[in-house]
């Protein structure tokens, strides 16, 4: 083979070698949109998903709040203090130990009633006789929105006072009459169902003998549970 044929073997691979090459750099890259002039670039699309979803249902969740449960209908109260006399025909006001136990029902929104069963007695002043009172009473209680945990209500009742009268001079035998009662309260609830608190009472009641009218006004501090 001559040198000449040679030359042109090489010629036409070097030829043929360059042609694709000279295709792929003629090649026009991908056109990109540009915005025209006074035009804001397009904002890149927001991905959508469950995840989106649930970041809004996860934001609404404060805005509802939590109601708070409500309280047990039932309450059982222990009240304990003093009872103070105030009968027009015994001077002074003689006072003696006042204990009572209450179980009760709410009926309706701060609205109860109460099943009392208790005692309380005294001297009388000057006479020589003791008073003992077992009273059995119901009473209706209304009681104020809570404030701060304490919780004020009002309470009347009426009920049978069963009465006795023994020694001195307004000496009498055992009576059952009817009573009446009414006074203001407040309690203080501390923990989902323990309370604490003060209430006042003031009793109307009549006596058979000499001694009358023998009304009064009971102190009392109480303790208790809701169930």
């Not at 042109?8 to 030829?15: G, V, W």
């Not at 026009?28 to 469950?50: H, K």
């Not at 047990?72 to 003689?94: Q, Y």
């Not at 009002?154 to 307004?170: E, N, Q, R, S, Y």
């Amino acid at each position: 083979m001559t040198t000449t044929t040679l030359t042109a073997l090489f010629s036409a691979l070097l030829l043929t070698g360059a042609a694709p090459l000279a295709a792929v750099a003629d090649d026009p890259a991908p056109a990109v949109a540009t915005p025209a002039a006074g035009q804001a670039a397009p904002a890149p699309e927001e991905e959508s998903g469950p995840g989106v979803v649930i970041a809004e249902a996860h934001a609404g969740d404060g805005d509802v709040a939590a109601k708070p449960a409500p309280l047990p209908p039932w309450s059982a109260t222990l009240r304990a203090g003093a009872f103070v006399l105030r009968s027009p025909g015994v001077s002074g006001h003689p006072a003696g130990p006042d204990v009572e136990l209450s179980l009760g029902r709410t009926i309706y929104d701060l609205v109860s009633v109460e099943a009392n069963l208790g005692y309380y007695g005294t001297s009388l002043t000057g006479t020589g006789t003791d008073l003992r009172v077992v009273p059995l009473t119901v009473s209706l209680k209304l009681t104020a929105a809570p404030e701060h945990g304490i919780e004020p209500y009002a309470v009347a009742g009426l009920g049978v006072d069963f009465t006795k009268l023994t020694g001195g001079t307004l000496a009498a035998g055992s009576t059952a009459t009817i009573a009446f009662h009414a006074g203001l309260g407040a309690r203080y609830r501390f923990g989902a169902r323990y309370y604490t608190g003060l209430d006042a009472r003031y009793v109307f009641q009549d006596v058979s003998g000499p001694a009358g009218r023998l009304d009064g006004l009971r102190l009392s501090v109480m303790g208790g549970a809701l169930f």
